[in-house]
C-alpha cells in the first residue's frame, strides 16, 4: 500500500517511514503542507498519516480543504498533544482515526488497517502467493473457492511472511511485530500462531516452513 | 490533617450590631430633641393664647375708666376677671395709677418699664408677692380737672395653669419619646439586617460554589456592592487565567515532552528489529515499556486535569450514552483485535439521553475499556452492557475474563493506587480515579465488582436524563 506521511520531525518521519516500510509498503515523505499537496497532486495514496502542527500550518485545516474539495483518501491524524479536545474536533473535521505520540507502531498499523476495512473498496488488498489469494482487509484467505477466515494474529503473521516470500523471520523478531510491548511474552508464544497459520494454509500451494534454531519462512510447495 | 480555608480576622464589632447601634442612637437623638421642641411649641402657643385674654382684658378694663365730675370712675369687667381666673384657680391683680401716683388696686404692682400704647398693651414678667406674674399694662388719657392726665392700667396673672399644661404636654411627649425608642429598637435591627442582605446573600454564592467553578459572578447586587462583586469578578478573572496559562503550559509540555519520546520509541524499535542479542533486545523491549508506559501516565494525567478543569463548570447537554459508548467502543476496537480479544457488546443500539458533558463522559468511557482490555487476557473477552434500571440510571457494565480484583481489595478509585495483583501490566492508577470523578461530577456512581466467574466488572452509573 502507499502512504503518505506528512511529518516535519525528520528523525521521526525517517523512524516511522522506514518501519511502514518493513511492512512492505511504500511510503512518500512530506514535511510540510506545500510538500504534501504537491505530492497529493502527482501520485495516488491509500491512507494519509497526518501531523497537527507543521512549519506551515495546522493539519486539522489542511485536513478540512482536502475534505471541502471532496478527496476523500482515509487520514489518520498523528498529534503530541492529546487532550480531548483534539481528538473530538479532528474527527469532527472528517479525519478517520486519531493516533497519540508516542505510538506504538503494531497500534498504528491496526488502526490503518481498520480505517482502510471501513473504507471499503478504496484498496484492492488482494495479494496472489502459490495457490491462494489473501485479502490484508477483509482477513480472509482463498483457496480455490474456499473462504477461510484469518484471526488477527494470523493474518499479521501472514502478511509479514508475505511481504518477503522466501526470507527467513526468526522467532524474537516475529514477537516484536506481532505481540505489544506491554506484555511479557515468551519466545514459544509465536509457535502457537505459526501452528494455526500452517492449518489454514492446508491445501493452498504453500509452505510455512519451520528452520530450527533460525525462524521461519513461507514457500512455494 | 485537612485544615478549613485561613478565616480573616473579625473586626471588633460585626457590621449588623454596628449599624443597629447607629440606628438606635441616632432615634434617641431624635426622641431627645422632639421632647424639647414639643414643650417648647407647647409653651409658646399656650403663652401666646393667654396673653391674648390678658391683653383683651387690661385693653377692657382700661375702657371703663371715665372722668367724672368728682374725678375718676372706674367700671370693673368682672366678666373679664372671671375669664381671667377660669384656667386653673389663677390668682389676678391690678393696679390703676395717674402717673407714679396709685389710685386703685394692688400696693407695688410692677409697672411697664417703658409706655404703653393706647391700644395695644405690653406685656412681661416679674415676680411679685412669691409668684411669678405675667403682666400686660395700657395707658389712657383723660381729662381730668381740665388738666390731661395719663392713666396706667397693670394687670397680672398667675400662670398656675400654663406650668400644668407645660408639665403634661411635656410628660406626654416623654411617653411618646420613650414609645418610639421602644419601636426604634427592633426596627434598627431590622433595618440593619435589610442592609447586610445583600452582603449575605453575595457571600452565600461564593461559599455555595465548587471549588473549580470560575465562572464571573452575574449575581444581582446592589450598587454600593458592585465594586467588591467587580474586585471578586477580577480576582476570578486572574485566578482563571493563571489556570488557564497553566492548562497551556500542560498541553505544550506534554507536547514537547512526546515528539523526542515518539522518535525514541521509533528507533527502539527499528534497533529491537535488526538485533538479535538477547541481552540487548531484552534492554530494548524494557526502554519501549517504559516509553509506553510514560505515555500513558502522560495521557492520563491531561485527562485528569481535564476532568478536574471542567466538571464544576461544564453546561450539561444532552448526550446519548450509548452512541458515545458505541463511538468509544469502536475507536478501541483496533487495539482489542491486536490482542484478538473480542467486545461484545450489548444495549448500545438504544439512544440512552444523559445530562452532561460528552467529553468527560468520553475520557470515562476511554479509561475504562482501556482498563478492561489492559487486564485481559490475549484472546479474551470482554463484555459491554448498558441498561436502564427501574429508577431511571443508565448503568453501563464493562466485564473482563482477567485477573479480577485483589482479595484484600482496597479503593482502587483513589488517586495513583493500583491492584496488588496490577503486576506486570503497564499502568499509572489514575485511570479509575479519573472515572470516578466523572460519575460524581454527573451525579453518578463507579464501582468495581468481581466478575460472575473470573474477572472484574467496571460499573458506571449515570442518571437518565428526564424525558
Redesign the interface.
Same mark, same amino acid.
Given at each position: 500500500m502507499r502512504f503518505l506521511l506528512v511529518e516535519d520531525?525528520d528523525?521521526?518521519a525517517t523512524?516511522?517511514a522506514? *518501519?511502514l516500510a518493513?511492512d512492505g509498503h511504500g511510503v512518500d515523505r512530506a514535511a510540510s503542507l506545500g510538500e504534501a499537496r504537491d505530492f497529493l497532486a502527482a501520485a495516488p495514496y491509500d491512507l494519509i498519516l497526518l501531523d497537527i502542527?507543521l512549519p506551515d500550518g495546522d493539519g486539522r485545516d489542511f485536513l478540512a480543504q482536502e475534505r471541502g474539495a471532496r478527496r476523500d483518501i482515509p487520514v489518520i491524524m498523528m498529534t503530541?498533544?492529546?487532550?480531548?479536545?483534539d481528538r473530538?474536533a479532528t474527527l469532527d473535521q472528517g479525519a478517520d482515526?486519531?493516533i497519540?505520540? &508516542?505510538?506504538?507502531?503494531?497500534?498504528l498499523q491496526?488502526?490503518c *488497517?481498520?480505517v482502510l476495512r471501513r473504507r471499503q473498496g478504496v484498496v484492492d488488498s488482494r495479494q496472489h502467493f502459490a495457490g491462494f489469494i489473501f485479502d490484508a482487509l477483509a482477513a480472509t484467505l482463498t483457496v480455490g473457492d474456499e473462504v477461510r477466515e484469518l *484471526?488477527?494474529?494470523e493474518l499479521r503473521l501472514l502478511e509479514i511472511l508475505l511481504s518477503r516470500p522466501g526470507q527467513t523471520y526468526?522467532k &524474537?523478531?516475529l514477537i516484536? *511485530?506481532l505481540f505489544?510491548?506491554?506484555?511479557?511474552v515468551s519466545d514459544n508464544a509465536i509457535e502457537v500462531y505459526v501452528g494455526r497459520l500452517r492449518r489454514k494454509l492446508e491445501g493452498s500451494g504453500a509452505r510455512l516452513e519451520t528452520l530450527r534454531g533460525v525462524g521461519y519462512r513461507l514457500i512455494p510447495e | 490533617m485537612r485544615r478549613g480555608p485561613p478565616r480573616a480576622q473579625p473586626a471588633r464589632l460585626s457590621l449588623r450590631r454596628r449599624l443597629a447601634w447607629q440606628f438606635a442612637a441616632l432615634s434617641a437623638l431624635l426622641v431627645v430633641a422632639l421632647f424639647f421642641s414639643v414643650r417648647f411649641a407647647a409653651e409658646r402657643a399656650s403663652r401666646a393664647s393667654q396673653d391674648a385674654v390678658l391683653g383683651a382684658a387690661v385693653i377692657s378694663v382700661g375702657d371703663g375708666i371715665r372722668a367724672q365730675d368728682m374725678g375718676l370712675a372706674l367700671d370693673l369687667p368682672y366678666a373679664t376677671f372671671s375669664m381671667l381666673g377660669a384656667m386653673g384657680g389663677e390668682r389676678i391683680f391690678y393696679s390703676l395709677s395717674i402717673g407714679p401716683r396709685l389710685v386703685t388696686g394692688y400696693q407695688q404692682l410692677p409697672q411697664p418699664s417703658q409706655r404703653p400704647g393706647d391700644l395695644s398693651p405690653v406685656f412681661w414678667s416679674a415676680d411679685y408677692r412669691g409668684s411669678r406674674l405675667r403682666l400686660a399694662a395700657i395707658t389712657r388719657r383723660v381729662l381730668l380737672e381740665n388738666r390731661i392726665e395719663e392713666i396706667t392700667v397693670v394687670l397680672g396673672q398667675t400662670r398656675y395653669g400654663q406650668a400644668v399644661i407645660a408639665r403634661d404636654t411635656a410628660r406626654s411627649a416623654v411617653w411618646i419619646g420613650l414609645a418610639i425608642l421602644a419601636l426604634a429598637g427592633p426596627l434598627a435591627l431590622w433595618a440593619a439586617r435589610a442592609v447586610i442582605r445583600p452582603v449575605d446573600r453575595l457571600a452565600e454564592a461564593v461559599t455555595r460554589r465548587g471549588p473549580h467553578d470560575l465562572r464571573p459572578f452575574r449575581h444581582p447586587a446592589p450598587r454600593e456592592l458592585l465594586p467588591l462583586v467587580g474586585a471578586l469578578n477580577g480576582l476570578i478573572a486572574r485566578l482563571r487565567t493563571a489556570l488557564q496559562l497553566a492548562e497551556t503550559f500542560i498541553?505544550?509540555a506534554?507536547?514537547?515532552i512526546?515528539?523526542p519520546?515518539?522518535?525514541?520509541?521509533?528507533?527502539a524499535? %527499528?534497533a529491537?528489529?535488526e538485533t538479535?542479542d #538477547?541481552g540487548t533486545?531484552q534492554r530494548l523491549?524494557r526502554m519501549? =515499556?517504559a516509553?509506553?508506559e510514560s +505515555?500513558r501516565s502522560?495521557?492520563q494525567i491531561? $485527562?485528569h486535569a %481535564?476532568v478536574l478543569y471542567r466538571s464544576d463548570q461544564f453546561d450539561a447537554a444532552p448526550v446519548d450514552f450509548a452512541a458515545l459508548a458505541g463511538s468509544v467502543l469502536r +475507536?478501541v476496537? #483496533?487495539?482489542a483485535? %491486536? =490482542?484478538?480479544i473480542t467486545m461484545h457488546a450489548e444495549g448500545l443500539d438504544l439512544p440512552r439521553m444523559v445530562s452532561g458533558d460528552?467529553?468527560m463522559i468520553?475520557?470515562a468511557l476511554r479509561n475504562i475499556l482501556d482498563n478492561a482490555l489492559?487486564y485481559s487476557p $490475549?484472546e479474551g473477552e470482554v463484555w459491554i452492557r448498558l441498561e436502564a434500571t427501574e429508577d431511571r440510571i443508565a448503568r453501563l457494565s464493562v466485564c473482563d475474563r482477567g485477573r479480577g480484583l485483589p482479595p484484600d481489595q482496597p479503593d482502587l478509585t483513589a488517586r495513583f493506587l493500583r491492584g496488588s495483583n496490577a503486576g $506486570?501490566?503497564?499502568g499509572s492508577g489514575l485511570g479509575l480515579t479519573i472515572v470516578a470523578e466523572v460519575a460524581a461530577a454527573h451525579g453518578g456512581s463507579f464501582s468495581l465488582q468481581p466478575g460472575s466467574e473470573k474477572g472484574a466488572c467496571a460499573i458506571l452509573s449515570l442518571p437518565l436524563s428526564q424525558p
Open positions: 520531525s528523525d521521526l523512524a516511522v522506514s *518501519r518493513m502542527s503530541a498533544s492529546a487532550s480531548v479536545s473530538v482515526d486519531f497519540t505520540k &508516542p505510538f506504538d507502531f503494531a497500534e491496526a488502526r *488497517r481498520a *484471526r488477527a494474529r526468526s &524474537p523478531h516484536d *511485530r505489544s510491548f506491554d506484555e511479557e | 498541553f505544550e506534554a507536547h514537547r512526546r515528539t519520546l515518539s522518535l525514541v520509541r521509533t528507533e524499535e %527499528m529491537l528489529a538479535s #538477547p533486545r523491549r519501549i =515499556r516509553i509506553g +505515555s502522560a495521557n491531561l $485527562d %481535564m +475507536s476496537q #483496533p487495539v483485535e %491486536m =490482542r484478538e460528552g467529553r468520553e475520557v489492559k $490475549d $506486570d501490566v503497564v
